[in-house]
């Protein structure tokens, strides 16, 4: 399930509207199937690029990746990874379920967080190590 780390470049195609400048360090994860994009009015099962995850730290879906939501115990509440590219989390008899996705954990990049869904200051906090972060990035 799990491949070796790969690099996106932001000049890659097709670029994820959030990675900026640089290169990000992708790998593939299991997204849990109640995983949602609440910000997606009327199709939160779509999960667009940019959402921000957390990654489940009990339960049945421990180490599977989750849509990040601040405050959480479970893992959702700890910023670990980026979503690269739009999944739709239904099949196609409309049933949720867990779904393979490319994930950005870290890398030499630039990160545009206008960009980003359901990124907060304490998923800033969480992955500062791992990404450069920019609220008002203009390209020269």
């Not at 780390?5 to 790998?27: N, Y």
């Not at 959702?76 to 989390?89: E, F, P």
């Not at 954990?105 to 206008?114: A, T």
């Not at 990404?131 to 390209?139: D, Q, V």
Request: with cysteine; aromatic share 6%; charged share 20%.
């Amino acid at each position: 399930m799990i491949g070796t780390p790969e690099r996106v470049s932001a000049t890659d195609t097709p670029v994820a509207p959030w990675l900026i400048q640089g290169e990000a360090t992708v790998i593939q994860v299991m997204l849990v199937s109640t995983a949602v994009d609440t910000a997606n009015t009327g199709q939160t099962h779509i999960l667009r690029s940019g959402l921000c995850l957390g990654q489940m730290t009990a339960g049945a879906s421990i180490r599977k990746y989750v849509d990040y939501l601040d405050g959480e115990a479970d893992g959702r509440g700890t910023g670990k990874a980026i979503l690269v590219h739009s999944v739709n989390m239904k099949d196609s008899q409309g049933t949720a379920r867990d779904t393979i996705a490319l994930v950005a954990i870290g890398g030499d990049c630039l990160v545009e967080v206008d960009n980003l869904y359901a990124y907060d200051a304490n998923f800033g906090t969480d992955l500062e190590a791992s990404f450069k972060f920019s609220t008002s990035y203009e390209p020269a």
